[in-house]
């Protein structure tokens, strides 16, 4: 493991939507996942906060001699950040892990809650789906904060550049998911 990796939590778990290689699926230990309004656009931005004794799932992938340009510009509006011993994980640790971050400093309060645009978290719950079954979705929902906004569906006209289509099953699954924590979708 001489190549760094990157640590995913959102978008970057649905394999489909990136050639990192080696991905494995990991944890990281002190971090939830939020919601967030951002002055970079009117959708929700997925982020990750500190919290004590927390822990989400995701996947890490490696960034070939270390080659962070195309990430990085893919990570517009977030910082690298390095999270080599919060990485929880069977077998071997890499020796160098990084995280993507919204900084605080482009949070805003913009008064209302912009919307999670449903074609992005399509694409995060089928990846996954993919990766731990149906209880990767579950522990999705339940290790991320910041659910009370709506969720634009733009599903028959995607909004989000890396939208995948989701097979019914899939489909079902986040339609019921949404349900169960009563999200208002408009």
Known sequence: MNDPYFFGYGSL???STHAYTD???????GWRRIWLNTYMRDAAFLSIHPVENA??????????????????????????????????????????CAVYVVPRTRETDIGQKSPILLSYL???????????????ADHFFATTDGWERPVQNDRTEPL????????????????ALLKDYSIEII
């Open 13 to 15: 778990v649905n394999l």
């Open 23 to 29: 991905p494995k699926p990991a944890g990281l230990r």
């Open 55 to 96: 822990e989400i799932n995701g996947i890490i992938a490696q960034v070939p001699d270390a080659d962070w340009v195309a990430l990085d510009a893919r990570e517009t509006g977030y910082d690298r950040t390095d999270a080599t011993d919060q990485i929880v994980m069977k077998g071997v640790r890499p020796a160098d």
């Open 122 to 136: 399509d694409v995060v719950l089928q990846g996954f789906m993919q990766i731990y079954g149906n209880s990767g």
């Open 160 to 175: 989000y550049p890396r939208h995948r289509q989701l097979t019914d099953l899939e489909q079902k699954r986040v339609d």
